[in-house]
């Protein structure tokens, strides 16, 4: 975008990365909702299409704002005119430094993952958002101890009907073959040929896009396809290696048979997960899914940014942080300004592509001294991804964020097809999950953008025999 507006002033591109994230296949769905792949390609492909690119492949050490210069890790500077940091977010590890855990935030954790798995009987997933969704529904082949400190599954995006309809597709023996899938296919550019550098923990790759797991064999050394257990309400207390764990004298337990879970464990894994319920199971790694935190730390540093409460770099509604022609968008940022009603900040990739493609916006405005009003994607929170083969969308309020006691949920579930929640107050639409092929997303948006009072419509709102895309038409 900076490019395209800017075609005769340097733009410098730094990143770790030996390759660029690129969106292709982009397709508006609706007003706001967006599907696309990301692919990631060589950087000389950027600086090919647009000359005045330059890509800078080395990771920031310093930056000094009072004197408007970037220190890289391969001891060059570089003087800026105008900033703008999407260093993105970085797993948030349960124990940091122990070689049986695995964050998986990017394509290089990913692989790191695979490896391990294809030697492994059993693993335990801690966390309870997308990544660890998608991971307990892909694995085959080994033992899953799933812990969740919530009461149902997928809590980021659900509630616990929307995992009680989900739930049956874990327990199903035979996995049906992929819808084919039309976002991200995910490989590192040549990374088989050239053998990259390993990438240390603190070393960042980048986040993984919508359909991650697509093309990796996610598959352990065991015959049977699917076993989850799932144990709730509960986190992780205290990690034990084999060593110790002999010394403690303690019991572990089986995998559950029937949901019962008595049997001590006679085999000796490399590694023990102690939970808060007091329950403690072997396995062979454990993989740590539970979110991640903003990838503010070299930017820190002598600079006097303000921060969010989640430790993001605060951002005005024009995307400035608090330092003078600095700009921040992606993971990296905290959304600062009073936002729509039914929008509010999650750190995923379509809201880290439009908050790019805005902070570019406006660095170009206020490099031109023109106004520039806030882009339409903030008006209403819409995402659209997969999960357990379902397609899934949610919008607006979907469940019920900072709405307090004061709203009403309306619900209509075919097993194994569809589950439309809808959330309702006084009246009005203030946020929807759609999960399977409802096709109610476009009617849905409109009806939480413009607020109509739908109180007379009742619970025929959702009558599956009232075609409701053409009472709103």
């Not at 053998?195 to 015959?223: F, I, M, N, Q, V």
């Not at 559950?256 to 007091?278: A, I, M, S």
């Not at 770099?313 to 995307?319: I, P």
Request: charged share 25%.
């Amino acid at each position: 975008k900076l490019a395209m507006e800017f075609p005769s002033e340097d733009i410098l591109l730094m990143t770790t990365s030996p390759v660029i994230k690129a969106i292709t296949n982009f397709k508006q769905v609706s007003k706001t909702l967006e599907e696309f792949d990301v692919e990631e390609q060589p950087s000389s492909l950027l600086e090919k299409r647009y000359p005045n690119i330059k890509v800078i492949q080395s990771g920031v050490k310093q930056l000094k704002s009072d004197e408007r210069k970037i220190f890289t890790e391969d001891g060059k500077e570089y003087m800026y005119e105008k900033l703008c940091l999407c260093a993105g977010a970085k797993p948030k590890l349960i124990f940091e430094g122990n070689p049986y855990v695995l964050g998986i935030r990017d394509t290089d954790s990913a692989q790191a993952f695979q490896k391990n798995l294809a030697q492994s009987e059993r693993i335990v997933v801690v966390g309870n958002g997308g990544i660890a969704l998608e991971l307990v529904y892909e694995i085959q082949g080994c033992e899953v101890i799933w812990a969740i400190k919530d009461k149902a599954i997928g809590n980021t995006f659900f509630d616990a009907g929307a995992a009680e309809f989900l739930i049956p597709k874990l327990a199903a023996e035979k996995r049906e073959t992929p819808i084919e899938c039309k976002r991200t296919k995910y490989t590192m550019e040549g990374s088989e040929e050239k053998k990259r550098p390993t990438a240390a923990s603190d070393k960042l790759g980048s986040a993984l896009g919508p359909d991650w797991h697509e093309g990796l064999c996610l598959k352990g050394t065991k015959e049977f396809s699917h076993k989850v257990h799932i144990e709730i309400l509960c986190e992780v207390k205290k990690i034990h290696l084999q060593q110790e764990f002999i010394q403690l004298q303690r019991t572990s337990l089986t995998f559950p048979k029937e949901e019962r879970n008595v049997e001590p464990d006679e085999v000796q894994w490399p590694v023990y997960v102690e939970l808060t319920n007091g329950k403690i199971y072997g396995c062979n790694f454990i993989v740590s899914a539970t979110g991640v935190v903003p990838n503010v730390k070299p930017f820190l540093d002598g600079n006097d940014f303000a921060v969010g409460e989640d430790g993001g770099l605060e951002v005005d509604k024009h995307m400035h942080t608090s330092l003078p022609d600095i700009y921040a968008a992606g993971d990296i940022c905290t959304a600062s300004w009073e936002p729509s009603p039914v929008w509010h900040q999650m750190r995923l990739w379509t809201q880290a592509r439009q908050m790019g493609w805005y902070a570019a916006k406006c660095m170009a405005a206020d490099t031109l001294g023109e106004s520039i009003d806030m882009d339409f994607s903030f008006e209403l929170f819409a995402h659209v991804t997969k999960f357990f083969n379902y397609k899934v969308v949610v919008l607006g309020k979907y469940n019920a964020q900072g709405l307090g006691s004061d709203h009403e949920l309306m619900l209509r579930c075919t097993k194994g097809r569809e589950y439309v929640k809808v959330v309702m107050q006084n009246g009005r639409m203030m946020g929807a999950v759609l999960i399977g092929e409802t096709d109610l997303e476009e009617t849905f948006e409109n009806l939480i953008l413009n607020q109509m009072d739908l109180s007379a419509y009742g619970e025929d709102l959702l009558n599956p025999d009232i075609d409701i895309e053409d009472y709103f038409d």
